[in-house]
């Protein structure tokens, strides 16, 4: 747009300079003529007065300020008088004339030759961005979404170039969003296909061994239990899988209300007190009267698994916290234990999907820090975590008030 209006300027100051150049020229000339007229009758008057002194100036302006027309054509009565239009300093001034009009005719030629030149260079200048744009296209639609080497300017780019420039950049983000979304999905069937496939062939082999029939009553107890094991975590496996996939396909409407804090740790507290107690650790809450805009029942759940895998994680006697910090910025909820921490090696993955680091349970799964990490993020927060090597772990949740 800007290179348009530029040229459309520039065409006009060029034809304002031409206008004012014609105008100079055809002045120019008039002056002349006038001149030469005056000339003429000036000669006139003194010849009249030397051949009739008497005359008076009243009767010689009289004369030549006569508006009549005459009955007949003013070169036949010149010529009646011996004076032919040949003679007359007008007619002998004719070539100045021409000049005149010759100029005229070659700034215009001038002018109009310009003009072509800078309508063919426009013309030039809109057919090679044209060009580049349909091979810009051709690449997009073949699959290469790199963008162009030139710095994009409205300089040297129109509207329809820089929109077709930022669908690039989006198209180029989807794919690779795409390309990442792909090997994810990957990884997560490799990984559910390992998850579930060790205790459902634990399982084959107990019932197989169950039924042949010659097996003491107190294995075949051992095994039926052995079985029922297998087969809650293969029911905790496949919940959890279908709230992580509802999480990640956004097809859950989060109800964001005003919580209470306390009513929160409560409810996380209640659910893993019996496991607490079992283990030996001690679980202790200090909350002030906080209200946190959130989902109450994803974000109980989200710390429930964070307290829970706290306990795990410390030993009989330890302690697990929790407590939350109001300020004008932010709501902060720290969940802190005395266990045994996270090595250094696994700490940068322990929201991954799946993984397990080297102090995990056995019966482990891997994603319930991953869940809590996604219903955190939804809720609006976000999520860190800081530890060290037998010096335990502290959770730190952050919800900023916009």
């Known amino acids: 747009m800007k290179t348009t209006v530029k040229f459309v300027v520039f065409l006009a100051i060029l034809c304002l300079t031409f206008t004012l150049l014609c105008a100079a020229v055809v002045k120019t000339g008039l002056e002349e003529v006038r001149q030469t007229d005056y000339q003429v009758v000036a000669s006139i008057v003194s010849l009249v007065k030397e051949k009739y002194p008497d005359i008076s100036d009243r009767e010689i302006a009289a004369i030549l300020n006569h508006q009549e027309r005459p009955s007949f054509e003013t070169a036949e009565m010149l010529r009646r008088y011996g004076i032919t239009p040949e003679d007359t300093a007008v007619y002998a001034d004719r070539s100045s004339h021409n000049r005149m009009f010759l100029m005229i005719i070659v700034a215009g030629?001038?002018?109009?030759?310009?003009?072509?030149?800078?309508?063919?260079?426009?013309?030039r200048y809109k057919v090679r961005q044209e060009r580049r744009l349909t091979q810009y296209l051709c690449r997009i639609n073949s699959g290469v979404y790199e963008l162009p080497s030139e710095k994009l300017t409205e300089e040297n780019s129109s509207v329809l170039s820089s929109e077709i420039y930022k669908t690039t950049i989006m198209l180029k983000e989807q794919s690779e969003r795409s390309h990442r979304d792909k090997l994810a999905l990957k990884d997560s069937l490799s990984d559910i296909s390992h998850q579930l496939k060790t205790p459902l062939t634990s399982m084959l082999i107990m019932l197989d061994n169950i039924l042949e029939g010659d097996m003491p009553e107190d294995l075949r107890n051992e095994f039926l239990n052995d079985i029922r094991e297998s087969v809650h975590h293969i029911s905790?496996?496949?919940?959890?899988?279908?709230k992580l996939s509802q999480l990640d396909a956004n097809s859950i409407e989060f109800d964001l209300r005003s919580v209470n804090v306390q009513e929160l740790f409560t409810v996380c507290t209640g659910r893993v007190t019996a496991?607490?107690?079992?283990?030996?650790v001690t679980l202790t809450k200090q909350c002030e009267a906080i209200e946190l805009r959130c989902d109450a029942r994803w974000l109980s759940e989200a710390l429930t698994n964070?307290?829970?895998?706290?306990?795990?994680?410390?030993?009989?006697?330890?302690?697990?916290?929790?407590?939350?910090?109001?300020?004008?910025?932010?709501?902060?909820?720290?969940?802190?234990?005395n266990g045994s921490g996270i090595d250094k090696d696994d700490l940068p993955?322990?929201?991954?999907?799946?993984?397990?680091g080297k102090n995990a349970n056995e019966n482990s799964v891997g994603i319930g820090l991953s869940m809590s990490k996604s219903i955190i993020e939804k809720c609006g927060g976000y999520i860190k975590v800081i530890s060290e090597p037998q010096q335990g772990s502290t959770f730190v949740i952050k919800f900023f008030k916009l």
């Open 349 to 356: 993955h322990i929201f991954e999907r799946f993984y397990k």
């Open 109 to 123: 030629l001038l002018f109009s030759l310009t003009v072509l030149i800078f309508f063919w260079m426009f013309v």
């Open 236 to 242: 905790f496996l496949t919940y959890s899988l279908l």
């Open 306 to 337: 964070i307290v829970k895998n706290c306990v795990e994680h410390t030993p009989c006697g330890g302690r697990v916290s929790l407590l939350a910090e109001d300020t004008p910025l932010y709501t902060k909820i720290v969940v802190q234990d």
């Open 275 to 280: 496991i607490a107690a079992e283990r030996g």
